[in-house]
């Protein structure tokens, strides 16, 4: 490869002074994978600019975020809009660990299923619902586990908060394709975007959904 090659794609000449990985590179490269590939330093004079200045593509997708968004979280509590965020950041997590294919449909019907099973437990009836598909009940065994404290196994929260939740989630996995004109993982590619690296992650790195007790989702709503 040329040196004066882009490392990264190989193809387009490298003209940008990349701080992260020490080498020149194509401004489509730094543009498209800043902060997903490329571990960029808060002090990067690029990612700086497009912080204070992004592209109009960059800023009707915010516009578009922000119009779904906004009214998913309207009459929510200060605690359900908490974990309203640490659930979505649970879900994010899953649908890039687990073997089994995630998907907005997925999403969907884990979280009209323990929506209900949530309202059950509420009116002091134990019952789980079952999701239609086996990654769908997958999902929702493994966000039901992260939701209990260690100690007593009992929920982060009250049932009705949980309810509140998963509703607000099977809405969003519903309408996302359709309003944000995405594909089926509308609405997990929205969550990736909301939970974009900050400053602090970007050079350091602690992973936006650790720690169950973050007083405040890290999260940037557009």
């Known amino acids: 490869m040329n040196p004066a090659t882009c490392p990264l794609c190989g193809r387009r000449r490298g003209r940008r002074a990349c701080p992260a990985i020490g080498h020149q590179i194509c401004a489509v490269c730094c543009g498209t994978k800043r902060l997903i590939?490329?571990?960029?330093?808060?002090?990067?004079?690029y990612l700086e600019s497009a912080r204070a200045h992004p592209p109009a593509v960059v800023q009707?997708?915010?516009?578009?975020?922000?119009?779904?968004?906004?009214?998913l979280l309207a009459?929510?509590?200060q605690h359900q809009y908490q974990l309203l965020f640490l659930v979505q950041g649970t879900l994010k997590k899953l649908a890039e660990s687990l073997e089994v294919a995630v998907n907005d449909q997925v999403i969907r019907e884990s979280a009209q299923a323990l929506a209900a099973t949530y309202e059950?437990?509420?009116?002091?009836?134990?019952?789980?619902?079952?999701?239609?598909s086996l990654a769908a009940e997958r999902v929702m065994n493994e966000v039901k586990t992260f939701l209990k404290?260690?100690?007593?196994?009992?929920?982060?929260?009250?049932?009705?908060?949980?309810?509140?939740?998963?509703r607000r989630v099977e809405r969003a996995a519903t309408e996302a394709g359709s309003a944000l004109d995405g594909g089926?993982?509308?609405?997990?590619?929205?969550?990736?975007?909301?939970?974009?690296?900050?400053?602090?992650?970007?050079?350091?790195?602690?992973d936006p959904t650790e720690g169950k007790s973050s007083s405040e989702p890290r999260v940037i709503i557009p």
């Open 37 to 45: 590939e490329i571990q960029c330093p808060p002090d990067c004079g």
């Open 60 to 71: 009707r997708q915010q516009e578009r975020d922000a119009g779904f968004v906004l009214p």
């Open 75 to 77: 009459g929510l509590s």
């Open 120 to 132: 059950t437990a509420s009116k002091g009836i134990i019952y789980d619902h079952r999701p239609p």
């Open 149 to 166: 404290t260690p100690d007593d196994q009992k929920p982060l929260a009250s049932e009705r908060d949980l309810m509140e939740v998963f």
């Open 184 to 206: 089926p993982r509308a609405y997990l590619d929205l969550i990736g975007r909301l939970m974009r690296p900050t400053t602090d992650e970007a050079s350091g790195s602690k």
